[in-house]
């Protein structure tokens, strides 16, 4: 493993107030056995953890599990050349040598996911040597075991089996250990989370941004659903339905952040956090996914920005005709989600293109905004509920909750009767209530539906590459939708530092 498994970087926020959680401390040469002195030293350790999710949510996730399915595509401009990595992706044409491959995609979701991993576990080791009130000290092991397990759930998802580091790598010698299996990786996930659920505050009792006790909840039933084990993730989630502490909101646009406003609302269960400024912590996914070439003046009534430039090169995460058509008739979703904008410079006959209008929100400054992004929202608890209690032989009770999700979309209730129509309509729910989210590739994953959705589309794309955003001069490759796999080959450039994969 690289460096970053090493060293716990000091770079961390302070535990005040929301503006203050994402204030960064500058780094210093303390070494952890210098730091770790006082209440406030985890607080600090704890909110550097936090940081890379910053990092994987606008660079990664919408890469790995979003364009890698059939709801959205990567467009082309032959004026600007190619742009290996993200088409890979795209394009499920991600090449395998000797179970690995240099896409800079993979390996830096990798590393970040490593780097929460070296950063919690740094305080896991650490807190029981320190006394300090007890209350705060439940809380700050309950975040750390939290953002553990999410981490090691991205690397399980992304690459089944994967080195299980659970101590501080005390140096290099120590970084390179062998892959646990899927099942062993797994069984940590859950045993961490186990662990941070009665540590965890509710909902109402922590510092919004923080991962609390129905954070942990939603994520392990998550987990059990992937692991199929329906009983055990219904009694893990149904105390956060009862718990008053979620809600979803009004309108289904008014369950995502502003620019700064409508943060940590009813609807969230747990966010990334933002901040629009020259702190760092800005958010541009709208600008990584907005379709390219684009000129000022036709992003700037989507973004209202006051210095707006021109978005040039390929791009980028634009919405397939595919999902466009799963909207059902009234869906209210469907506007809330997706709009249109004119490319004039576009090489295509049509130049008019979908983009994500769900988080396009107005802001100040050109490629800065701080639009917080959901992990998990009420509505997927709702549809979480639905597909444990169908999975069960439940399906009347499955749909009450379906049709709570489907009501504020301004839909019908659902007319799936039985356990094998009602595991449709919910599969096809999520994908429209998730949209963008950043999970259509893991729920096509683990229903095991890659061959039965993924080979349609590479042939309606190879069939009709214009209805996809190819230009007249441009047509897909040879290799496209060539690697099907269930998980993505490991990063060469981190085989390179071990032996054992």
Known sequence: MKKYIIALSMASVLLTSCEDFLTVIPETELTSNTFFKTQTDFEQAVNAAYTPLRAITTERSWLLSEMHSDNTYYGRNPNFGAVDPQEDLADFSVLVSNGTNPNTHLLNQWRQ?????????????????????????????????????????????????????????????????????????????????????????????????????????????NVYINRKQWAEAEEILAPVISSGEYSLMGSYEMAFSDNASNKNNAESVFEVQYLEGAAGFQNDIIYRM??????????????????????????????TPDIIAAYEAGDTRK?????????????????????????????????????????????????FMAEILNEQGKSSEAATYLNQVRARAGLAATTA???????????????????????????????????????????????????????????????????LDKFYPYPAAESDLSPYF
């Open 113 to 221: 996911d490593y780097l929460i991993i070296a950063r919690t576990n740094q305080v896991l080791a650490l807190i029981d040597g320190v006394e300090f009130d007890a209350a705060a000290k439940a809380n700050v092991r309950g975040q750390a075991l939290f953002l553990r397990a999410y981490a090691y759930f991205e690397l399980a998802r992304y690459w089944g089996s994967v080195p299980l580091h659970l101590t501080p790598v005390p140096g290099r010698d120590a970084a390179a250990l062998p892959l646990s299996t899927e099942d062993e990786v797994y069984a940590q996930i859950i045993k961490d989370l186990l662990e941070a659920i009665p540590l965890l505050p509710k909902r109402s009792a922590q510092q919004l941004g923080r991962a609390t006790e129905g954070a942990a909840r939603t994520l392990l039933a």
């Open 290 to 319: 907005m379709p390219r070439p684009l000129l000022a003046a036709e992003l700037k009534p989507i973004t209202g920005t006051s210095n707006t430039q021109n978005l040039d090169g390929e791009g980028n995460n634009i919405p």
């Open 335 to 383: 506007d809330a989600s997706i709009a249109w904008v004119f490319l004039s410079s576009s090489e295509r006959i049509d130049k008019n293109y979908p983009y994500i209008k769900k988080f396009a929100k107005k802001h100040s400054q050109h490629g800065n905004t701080g639009t917080n992004f959901h992990i998990y929202r009420y509505a997927e608890v709702l549809l």
């Open 417 to 483: 009767t039985g356990q094998a129509d009602m595991r449709e309509a919910i599969f096809k729910e999520r994908r429209v209530e998730l949209a963008f989210e950043n999970k259509r590739w893991f729920d096509i994953q683990r229903t095991d539906r890659i061959q039965e959705i993924i080979v349609p589309l590479g042939q309606r794309i190879v069939a009709d590459p214009a209805a996809y955003y190819y230009p007249p001069r441009a047509e897909p490759r040879p290799n496209v939708f060539t690697n």
